[in-house]
């Protein structure tokens, strides 16, 4: 028996099937992983994602530890509530794992990683934070609901008491508001708007069986990930990890290279990988012929290898196969993808390929 989040009963209850994930027993798809990967994109989803791991860092120390830790500038954050993307990395440039950090008060950030990485990031940054003398706070206490879709936002805030609709209802993107041990963020894996809420896990299901009540539809795992390939966004461990940097991870827009004096974990590893140039990046795939595209597929130019798929599948949004991609820097707008045995053609495209429910490339 795997770990349990304090929806499993109302999981089973509404007939969703599950699987372990992580270490933890998580719905895959309540009947229909398609169904609810298109109301997610036409209208409203909610996914249960309390495995993820809540941390707060307290202590007087935090930005400037912050600093350090991590490859984003953490400077960026000056306005309370706000969020920033960044990735965790080892000394040799490597992705220990992604992140969101939000910015509560200077002795205050909250961080939200991945359940997958945990006890390595736990043991990480409680390491680095001994120097600073920071406390890494872990909140088990707390539930995590993503609701996601076009109609997210407005169906959430319907079942909000008054005082929450009028904090969030005007909250920006990559923002979060905190109050009576609720946090509720504008963030999401899916590409499209909605919130990120964090709540004490003695309120999950009533709010989840509210959110249901108001016409959202419960989501599985399965479709989470279709959505999140869609939007051209990474998984740990698939597209990245401790063995690949961000800059052939198509995460070198999450760096913070300004200023040069801020001198956080894999900096110079990831200097010295810059100036020489990046042997590989990281692309879209859309293949062009019948198929489906797979992790772990070979790409290749004119036979010739040129790297391997690191997250394929079907786009239900768009109808066809879609996959990122490590391959050679120097590869063109064509390649083969090996498939059972035969060489398929597919065109290199620039992620993302659907935002906001909208292709965002061309289909020939």
């Known amino acids: 028996m795997g770990n349990r989040t304090p929806l499993y009963d109302t999981h089973l209850a509404m007939g969703a099937k599950l699987v372990d994930f992580a270490g933890w027993d998580m719905p895959i798809h309540y009947g229909s992983q398609i169904e609810e990967h298109h109301s997610v994109r036409r209208d409203a989803g909610m996914f249960d994602v309390s495995h993820m791991t809540v941390v707060d860092l307290i202590g007087e120390q935090a930005r400037p530890f912050l600093r350090h830790l991590l490859a984003n500038n953490i400077d960026?954050?000056?306005?309370?509530?706000?969020?920033?993307?960044s990735c965790l990395l080892n000394a040799r440039g490597g992705v220990i794992d992604d992140l969101i950090v939000y910015f509560l008060e200077e002795s205050w950030f909250?961080?939200?990683?991945?359940?997958?990485?945990?006890?390595k990031d736990l043991a990480w940054i409680g390491a680095e934070a001994r120097a600073f003398d920071i406390d890494?706070?872990?909140?088990?206490?707390?539930?995590?609901i993503a609701v996601q879709g076009p109609e997210a936002r407005?169906?959430?805030?319907?079942?909000?008491?008054?005082?929450?609709?009028?904090?969030?209802s005007g909250l920006g993107l990559f923002f979060a508001s905190?109050?009576?041990?609720?946090?509720?963020?504008?963030?999401?894996?899916?590409?499209?708007d909605g919130f990120e809420i964090m709540l004490p896990d003695t309120d999950a299901v009533k709010f989840w069986m509210a959110l249901s009540e108001a016409g959202v539809r419960p989501c599985g795992l399965g479709c989470r990930d279709t959505l999140r390939l869609e939007a051209g966004m990474n998984l740990y461990g698939t597209d990245m990890d401790e063995s690949v940097s961000p800059l052939v991870s198509g995460l070198g827009w999450t760096v913070g290279w300004e200023p040069e004096t801020r001198d956080f974990i894999g900096r110079a590893a990831l200097e010295s990988e810059r100036?020489?140039?990046?042997?590989?990046?990281?692309?879209?795939?859309?293949?062009?012929d019948k198929g489906v595209l797979r992790n772990h597929q070979k790409v290749l130019v004119n036979g010739a290898a040129a790297g391997e798929i690191t997250s394929g599948s079907f786009s239900p949004t768009l109808g066809r196969s879609i996959a990122l991609a490590r391959v050679s820097a120097d590869i063109g707008d064509s390649c083969q993808v090996e498939i059972r045995g035969k060489l398929l053609a597919a065109r290199v495209v620039r992620p993302p390929f659907v935002r906001n429910g909208k292709p965002q490339i061309e289909l020939n």
């Not at 890494?136 to 995590?144: S, T, Y």
């Not at 805030?157 to 904090?167: C, I, M, P, Q, T």
């Open 136 to 144: 890494v706070v872990e909140q088990p206490q707390l539930a995590m």
């Open 110 to 119: 909250r961080l939200v990683v991945n359940s997958s990485t945990r006890d």
């Open 178 to 192: 905190e109050h009576d041990d609720w946090f509720i963020a504008r963030t999401g894996y899916t590409g499209e």
């Open 154 to 168: 407005a169906k959430t805030l319907s079942v909000l008491d008054e005082s929450w609709r009028e904090a969030v």
């Open 76 to 85: 960026k954050l000056q306005q309370r509530g706000k969020a920033l993307y």
């Open 275 to 288: 100036k020489t140039g990046p042997k590989q990046k990281f692309v879209g795939l859309l293949l062009e």
